[in-house]
């Protein structure tokens, strides 16, 4: 199978609709040998955080010598970014070899989009003999299909809030207990604090399967913050580290990290200051200039990214600078509290859709952002692409652009930037 074609029966899986479950995966896999079982993994859920505590976890292990896995979702540019040893993204040739063999192994053609990655992913780990893998999950965590892992090193949770509550639950004590799934027995568990309501049942499930739990105190302080260099300093009370990540919330995430690894996988100080000044985790607060303007991508597509990005903003050289904002969701994201979290600064509004059949429909979130900032002037476009471009020929918009919303929006945007800044051609390989 070529790369082309396994891009496209990977695509005819994309679900309008997610179908959590983990006998679909558990069938296939054991057809394919079981890999997962002859992995080491570190693995990580949550609403939000999950995938930079992953990248910081990942960067400092490999800084400290170790051979790498790393499995994230979604991607930006390319699929086979998901898939990562050494932290270089799994090639062309063996991601379609590998695909040929998850494809023919689901003779059932049951497997989701990204129950077919994660079977991949396994797959490359154990035929790359990885030392360690970092594994975060897609959805939740008790049917994720990433919890077939028998006995991680760690079962971290980052972060509970309201997200995919038409699969996870309507309350905080629900989504944690989804997310506490991937808590096995024996197996060191890690969080920050957390409400009440949300750390309780992480607590129950910790007892259940004798596995100690660590809850994280106090994040690390922000010192200093170089916003064009998307990079920060930031302090634990005693050390000072470079941090190759923007956002209010990266100090609680890598002292997170630090506590995992502290725990159950020491490495060096040395691995510490290179890991964290050389992590790369695009479309989080992720600043680029581009002919004399400059756009924010941010994927944060829930309430508890939005306020995040909100802080992030309050914080930064653009706080009171005008901006043109790109939005586009996904159809099952709470939009009314999505937009509460940002209503009060939105003033020129350009709303379009992200490519994914689980799209929202700009006209719904055009009619919810002018519900909550009747002053705004809101317009739609069906196409991201079209969106950015005009952006970035007319010279009576706003110098910055703030695009958020989704991961595939943030996506697409990036595409178009790097396209206009070195020739890349507009493609999602």
Same mark, same amino acid.
């Given at each position: 199978?070529?790369?082309?074609s396994?891009?496209r029966?990977?695509?005819q899986?994309?679900?309008?609709?997610?179908?959590l479950?983990l006998?679909?995966v558990?069938?296939?896999?054991?057809?394919l040998?079981d890999p997962?079982?002859?992995?080491?993994c570190l693995h990580?859920a949550g609403? *939000?955080?999950k995938?930079?505590?992953c990248? =910081?976890?990942?960067?400092v292990?490999r800084?400290?010598?170790?051979?790498?896995g790393?499995?994230i979702?979604?991607?930006l540019q390319s699929?086979?970014e998901?898939i990562?040893v050494?932290?270089?993204?799994?090639?062309?040739?063996d991601f379609?070899?590998?695909f040929?063999?998850v494809?023919?192994?689901?003779?059932r053609?049951?497997l989701?989009y990204?129950e077919?990655?994660?079977?991949v @992913?396994f797959l490359?780990?154990?035929?790359t003999?990885?030392?360690i893998v970092v594994?975060e999950?897609g959805?939740?965590?008790?049917?994720?299909?990433?919890n077939?892992?028998?006995?991680?090193l760690a079962?971290?949770?980052?972060?509970?809030?309201?997200d995919?509550q038409?699969?996870?639950?309507?309350?905080?004590?629900? =989504?944690a @207990?989804?997310k506490a799934g991937?808590?096995k027995?024996?197996?060191?568990?890690f969080?920050?604090?957390l409400?009440?309501?949300?750390?309780?049942p =992480?607590q129950?499930r910790? +007892?259940?399967c004798?596995?100690?739990l660590?809850?994280?105190?106090r994040?690390w302080d922000?010192?200093?913050?170089?916003w064009?260099? *998307?990079?920060q300093?930031?302090s634990d009370?005693?050390?000072r580290?470079?941090l190759?990540?923007l956002?209010?919330?990266?100090g609680? *995430?890598?002292?997170?990290?630090?506590?995992v690894?502290d725990?159950?996988?020491?490495?060096?100080?040395?691995?510490?200051? @290179?890991g964290?000044?050389?992590?790369?985790?695009?479309g989080?607060?992720?600043v680029?200039?581009i002919n004399?303007k400059t756009?924010?991508?941010?994927?944060?597509h *829930?309430?508890?990214?939005?306020?995040?990005?909100?802080?992030?903003?309050?914080?930064?050289p653009?706080q009171h600078r005008?901006?043109?904002? =790109?939005?586009?969701l996904m159809?099952?994201?709470?939009r009314?509290?999505?937009?509460g979290?940002?209503?009060?600064?939105l003033?020129?509004v350009?709303v379009?859709?992200p +490519?994914?059949?689980r799209a929202?429909?700009? @006209?719904?979130?055009a009619r919810e952002i002018?519900?909550?900032?009747?002053?705004?002037?809101?317009?739609?476009?069906?196409?991201?692409?079209?969106?950015?471009?005009?952006?970035?020929?007319?010279p009576?918009?706003p110098?910055?652009?703030?695009?958020?919303?989704?991961?595939?929006?943030?996506?697409?945007?990036r595409c178009?930037?790097?396209m206009?800044?070195r020739g890349?051609r507009?493609?999602?390989?």
């Amino acid at each position: 199978m070529t790369f082309p074609s396994a891009l496209r029966r990977l695509e005819q899986r994309q679900e309008e609709r997610v179908r959590l479950g983990l006998l679909r995966v558990r069938r296939v896999l054991k057809r394919l040998g079981d890999p997962q079982q002859d992995l080491s993994c570190l693995h990580v859920a949550g609403t *939000n955080g999950k995938g930079s505590v992953c990248a =910081i976890l990942e960067s400092v292990l490999r800084a400290a010598g170790r051979k790498t896995g790393l499995y994230i979702s979604p991607h930006l540019q390319s699929v086979r970014e998901r898939i990562q040893v050494g932290g270089r993204p799994i090639s062309a040739f063996d991601f379609s070899r590998l695909f040929s063999a998850v494809w023919k192994a689901d003779d059932r053609q049951e497997l989701s989009y990204f129950e077919l990655l994660t079977c991949v @992913a396994f797959l490359h780990f154990r035929q790359t003999r990885t030392e360690i893998v970092v594994l975060e999950t897609g959805l939740g965590g008790r049917l994720d299909a990433t919890n077939v892992v028998p006995q991680p090193l760690a079962s971290v949770i980052t972060s509970v809030d309201y997200d995919h509550q038409e699969w996870l639950g309507s309350t905080l004590s629900l =989504i944690a @207990a989804e997310k506490a799934g991937i808590i096995k027995p024996g197996c060191p568990v890690f969080c920050p604090r957390l409400p009440d309501a949300a750390l309780r049942p =992480i607590q129950r499930r910790a +007892r259940a399967c004798r596995a100690s739990l660590s809850v994280l105190r106090r994040p690390w302080d922000t010192i200093s913050v170089d916003w064009r260099r *998307n990079r920060q300093v930031v302090s634990d009370g005693r050390r000072r580290y470079v941090l190759s990540l923007l956002g209010s919330s990266q100090g609680g *995430n890598a002292a997170l990290a630090r506590m995992v690894l502290d725990r159950v996988f020491p490495v060096p100080e040395s691995a510490w200051r @290179a890991g964290l000044s050389q992590v790369h985790w695009p479309g989080r607060f992720e600043v680029i200039p581009i002919n004399g303007k400059t756009a924010i991508v941010d994927g944060g597509h *829930n309430p508890e990214a939005l306020r995040a990005l909100e802080r992030t903003l309050a914080q930064s050289p653009w706080q009171h600078r005008s901006l043109r904002w =790109i939005m586009g969701l996904m159809r099952e994201k709470d939009r009314r509290s999505v937009v509460g979290a940002l209503a009060r600064r939105l003033k020129d509004v350009v709303v379009t859709q992200p +490519r994914s059949p689980r799209a929202l429909a700009a @006209a719904e979130l055009a009619r919810e952002i002018q519900r909550q900032a009747p002053a705004a002037m809101v317009r739609e476009t069906a196409d991201v692409r079209q969106a950015m471009r005009e952006w970035l020929a007319d010279p009576q918009t706003p110098k910055t652009a703030m695009i958020c919303g989704s991961f595939y929006l943030a996506a697409q945007a990036r595409c178009v930037l790097a396209m206009k800044r070195r020739g890349f051609r507009e493609s999602v390989l």
